[in-house]
């Protein structure tokens, strides 16, 4: 759970501020878990690269929000501080000002060896095909107007599963059907940009965006989604205890995913069981961010940083008005059939669930990523954080319009890894520079021909960890 801070936590960060201002940041020295307590907007701080800011009268002034800053306060977050400024020098020079000590002792989560180039020239070239071509990396209007398109899709649709159009139940079925796929598309488009700052340049912008097709449209929860992708998932991916999208009991879980958690006779079928299952995760992600995110603060190995009146009263709202338009205009304004209605808002919802989760377990879960800690648990990471989130990720069907439209450009997965502030419609432009950099420094980029072939490889993983026990190492004296 994370820590609350109280008058005396408050006042002891004030007082340590002032007394690491006076001393040498050189010799003034924190563990992770002082750092962990200052994660509020009264005392903010952060560590990058062994060093220690407090970033609390910056919050406001910061160019991509207070929200962002207050996010990740009370972390590690070298690698998320690099991936969200990719392109510039000029926030690590506007930080160095507000260094207030280094870092001693172990840390919260595994951490990476530091990016010895090849980040670096990705970074370059990357920035570089935006100069050349004189393109704003964030710009909204790909992603608006396609949207809008499906707005009307899914209004449409919305009429027909509620009866508003002439047909019969299997119709109503089809439009039911239909709705949970446009209820699905706006949150692999633009709420995904948003929740990465990638969909225009303005907090406010991204803000009402992400949280209109987040929050309102589909009832979940932008607060809860932005700790475990943004805080969790994007900087540690696929590293066993530290990633929220795998499993974090390594004795029970539904799933098992790494080698790490016991083999239990159920896992043989799971390949059988786990794709009916995905249906519901629309479901469980509207439960869990109130049950988890908000009430015990906290999100699979995660700490959830204290959350505001505010933060609470969007959700309530949020979550009443996604009710009334789904459940109580259908049921008692337009006097649908309650049993033909269930049966349709079921089916709508189990669309959703199973067109998210097939789209984002193809990408990580899968024969060809690769698991950091997924034998046993480990402090330090062998690759480079970019590395290893080329090794972790899977793309498919590069080139085809309608797989990346239909994907979010999930499809890209490498490319939005190592630039998740850069617009999803990008993504097959520069794709190939970062396959050539790949190349370079002989790093495996995970590339396959199609969704087919992403399927088929998450598959074979759910079989292969349903059959085999944890791997040992054979030590010869």
């Not at 003034?28 to 307590?37: C, G, L, M, P, Y």
């Not at 079925?173 to 995904?192: D, E, N, R, S, T």
Request: proline share 5%; with cysteine.
């Amino acid at each position: 759970m994370a820590p609350i801070e109280t008058v005396k936590d408050a006042n002891e960060g004030l007082h340590q501020r002032k007394g690491a201002a006076a001393a040498s940041k050189d010799t003034t020295t924190f563990t992770w878990q002082d750092v962990a307590k200052h994660n509020t907007a009264k005392s903010a701080w952060v560590t990058i690269r062994g060093v220690v800011y407090d970033v609390t009268e910056w919050a406001d002034r910061h160019p991509g929000g207070r929200e962002l800053v207050l996010l990740h306060s009370g972390r590690e977050c070298t690698d998320t501080f690099d991936s969200y400024h990719p392109f510039s020098d000029r926030a690590d020079k506007i930080l160095a000002k507000y260094a207030i000590g280094k870092l001693v002792g172990g840390s919260e989560f595994p951490t990476y060896k530091p990016d010895t180039g090849f980040y670096k020239e990705c970074c370059d070239r990357v920035n570089q095909y935006f100069k050349d071509n004189k393109l704003d990396p964030r710009s909204p209007y790909s992603g608006l107007w396609r949207m809008i398109l499906v707005a009307i899709v899914g209004a449409v649709a919305y009429m027909g599963m509620n009866q508003l159009l002439p047909g019969n139940i299997y119709a109503h079925y089809a439009w039911g059907a239909l709705f949970g796929v446009c209820q699905a598309l706006p949150l692999l488009h633009v709420m995904h940009d948003a929740s990465h700052a990638a969909i225009t340049s303005s907090p406010t912008g991204w803000r009402l965006i992400g949280r209109l097709a987040m929050d309102w449209v589909a009832g979940a929860n932008m607060v809860s989604w932005l700790n475990q992708h943004v805080v969790g998932h994007h900087i540690y991916t696929n590293v066993a205890g530290a990633d929220p999208d795998l499993p974090v009991d390594f004795k029970s879980d539904v799933r098992r995913i790494v080698y790490r958690q016991v083999l239990l006779p159920i896992y043989k079928y799971q390949h059988l069981y786990l794709p009916p299952l995905y249906g519901v995760l629309g479901l469980k992600f509207r439960v869990q961010d109130v049950f988890e995110t908000f009430v015990t603060l906290t999100n699979g190995p995660l700490r959830v940083n204290p959350l505001s009146v505010g933060d609470w009263a969007e959700m309530i709202l949020s979550k009443a008005f996604w009710v009334f338009y789904r459940i109580y205009l259908p049921l008692a304004v337009l006097q649908v059939d309650p049993a033909r209605f269930w049966g349709v808002f079921f089916l709508a919802e189990f669309s959703t669930g199973w067109y998210l989760a097939f789209n984002f377990q193809v990408s990580h879960v899968s024969t060809a990523c690769e698991y950091p800690g997924g034998d046993e648990e480990v402090t330090s990471i062998d690759d480079e954080w970019a590395i290893s989130q080329v090794k972790s990720s899977v793309d498919y069907g590069h080139g085809s319009f309608i797989t990346t439209f239909l994907t979010g450009a999930l499809n890209y997965q490498v490319t939005h890894h190592l630039f998740p502030g850069v617009s999803q419609y990008h993504y097959p432009a520069i794709a190939p520079l970062i396959l050539d950099v790949c190349h370079k420094y002989k790093v495996k980029y995970n590339v396959l021909p199609d969704f087919t072939a992403a399927m088929a490889g998450h598959f074979d993983h759910l079989v292969i960890m349903g059959k085999m026990g944890k791997r040992v190492t054979i030590h010869m004296g």
